[in-house]
């Protein structure tokens, strides 16, 4: 963002008075220190400070701290419209679909249940607790890998009536999904779809990715309806790198969850 470049010399030269009014100290003048100055002071002071321009100095000074505070403008959103499609085109459309995956490498290992992640705020750890078992805390962690063109590690946990997917990027920050990553054949972007009404553990949701300013960003949201009861996505996969196939499952009607539903989604 360029203002910020430019702030510095904005409130240097409005200190300067170029473009504001200098406040000059008239206090101590007599008294040789400050607190001895003359009650009385010149008119010209005084017409100094009741002029408009002397308040609107501390007010400009402040808008521009908080412009200075404001986040970072993270990519535009988009808009995916949905096109119906009969079953047969869809299972007609379902042979083309794309399923790509990025490269990835393996330079960490678990050890002795501990898995430990470098990042600029330090290792991240992630401890396998009660395998096997009915606790509540029971985890283990699965290393999918690093992904270089990306920066980020990937961290499959199986916990406790869930499993979660973890990116890590070198910053330290963590995505977290219920479902894999499904990346779009240019790799730019990815697809969450995680079905929440059969199994209500899940967040009924799908989410999009995309890659921009060198981290992974939400560029749009759905969240089907789930009181009233709606649809869940059942399948969903890519066509090209601004379409997908979404097959839906449907809870509404006399046999919820029984029917399905199908549509081209695309990315504008």
């Known amino acids: 963002m360029a203002l910020q470049g430019d702030v510095g010399q904005f409130i240097e030269a409005f200190n300067l008075g170029e473009g504001g009014v200098e406040v000059e100290n008239e206090v101590g003048q007599e008294g040789g220190g400050v607190g001895h100055g003359r009650k009385d002071a010149p008119s010209s002071t005084l017409a100094r400070h009741s002029s408009p321009k002397y308040f609107m100095k501390p007010v400009l000074l402040l808008l521009l701290t908080l412009l200075l505070k404001l986040p970072t403008a993270g990519p535009p959103a988009v808009r995916v419209t949905f096109s119906p499609l009969t079953k047969a085109a869809y299972l007609a459309a379902a042979k083309a679909t794309v399923v790509t995956k990025p490269t990835t490498t393996i330079p960490l290992k678990k050890i002795r249940g501990h898995l430990v992640i470098p990042t600029a705020k330090g290792p991240k750890i992630f401890q396998d607790k009660a395998i096997g078992t009915d606790d509540i805390e029971q985890a283990e962690y699965v290393y999918q890998g690093y992904l270089p063109q990306f ?118």
């Not at 590690?153 to 199986?158: D, L, M, N």
């Not at 709606?230 to 449907?250: A, C, G, H, Q, V």
């Open 151 to 268: 920066g980020y590690h990937v961290v499959e946990a199986h916990l406790w009536e869930r499993t979660q997917w973890v990116l890590l990027d070198k910053q330290g920050r963590c995505l977290e999904f219920y479902e894999a990553p499904l990346f779009s054949p240019d790799l730019k972007s990815f697809v969450i779809a995680s079905p929440g009404i059969e199994y209500a553990v899940y967040p009924n949701e799908i989410q999009l990715f995309r890659f921009e300013n060198g981290r992974w960003q939400q560029v749009w949201k759905l969240e089907p309806s789930v009181e009233p009861m709606s649809w869940e996505p059942d399948k969903i996969r890519w066509l090209s790198n601004l379409t997908l196939l979404l097959k839906k499952k449907m809870w509404t009607g006399k046999n919820p969850g029984t029917t399905f539903t199908y549509a081209k989604l695309t990315i504008q």
